[in-house]
């Protein structure tokens, strides 16, 4: 059974840094893996989808890698910036006849004016 | 952009009733999902929807729920008979032909069992 950890599960920054976000998974047969943000009390966006032949996407101040071999993504978000404070989330799209997500419980980014 | 619409955006029922949640998947979408997040906890995945029939469902989508696209456009949740730990937000999805698609979510309809 699919499942994903987010490190770290709150975060506190100041305006303006980098950062990176961590997601892994126990079963690397994936089709895809979503980065989702969540604002409280709100539905998921996407922000990045990277399939399992991909090594990263980028979306403007947003980077995310695969590494499907060792279970592992990243999301790097560049010049941080208070509109950024959200969960973020990561879900894994896995093979074998699975439809559904399997998601990570977040990691809850504070971006400090 | 097109979006996935979900309708109520709360609901409190009392425990025992019945509930129906209702969802409007992006036009030309061919699968659909139901997630639910219970407050605090994963998103988890409830059940997906494609060619008019249920293609997967998870442990949690029991004999109290069931689906159904009634017409061509809407994808329904309803639950039988309320437990106070139904009591979350349910989230309708969707995604079009292949694997690789973004799945698109709503903005969650939340559900307080009383």
């Known amino acids: 059974k699919q499942e994903v950890t987010q490190i770290p599960a709150a975060l506190s920054v100041p305006e303006g840094e980098n950062l990176v976000l961590n997601c892994s998974f126990t079963?690397?047969?994936?089709?895809?893996l979503q980065w989702f943000r969540q604002d409280p009390g709100k539905g998921l966006t996407s922000l990045l989808l990277i399939q399992s032949s991909q090594r990263e996407q980028t979306s403007g101040r947003l980077n995310a890698s695969l590494d499907k071999s060792s279970g592992r993504s990243t999301l790097y978000i560049a010049a941080s910036q208070p509109g950024d404070s959200a969960t973020y989330l990561c879900a894994v799209h896995s093979g074998g006849g699975a439809d559904g997500l399997t998601f990570g419980k977040g990691t809850h980014l504070i971006i400090q004016p | 952009e097109p979006e996935v619409t979900q309708t109520p955006s709360h609901q409190v029922t009392q425990m025992g009733q019945e509930v129906i949640l209702r969802c409007v998947p992006i036009?030309?979408?061919?699968?659909f999902y139901w997630y639910r997040q219970i407050l605090g906890q994963k998103v988890e995945f409830l059940v997906s929807?494609?060619?008019?029939?249920?293609?997967?469902k998870s442990e949690i989508f029991d004999d109290q729920f069931s689906v159904e696209r009634p017409d061509g456009s809407n994808f329904t949740l309803k639950i039988r008979s309320t437990k106070l730990e139904d009591s979350a937000m349910y989230f309708c999805?969707?995604?079009?032909?292949?694997?690789?698609?973004?799945?698109?979510f709503g903005e969650g309809s939340w559900l307080t069992v009383v």
């Open positions: 079963d690397s047969a994936i089709y895809n």
């Open positions: 999805a969707s995604r079009g032909f292949t694997a690789g698609n973004t799945i698109y």
């Open positions: 036009s030309n979408h061919l699968y």
């Open positions: 929807f494609y060619n008019n029939e249920i293609s997967e």
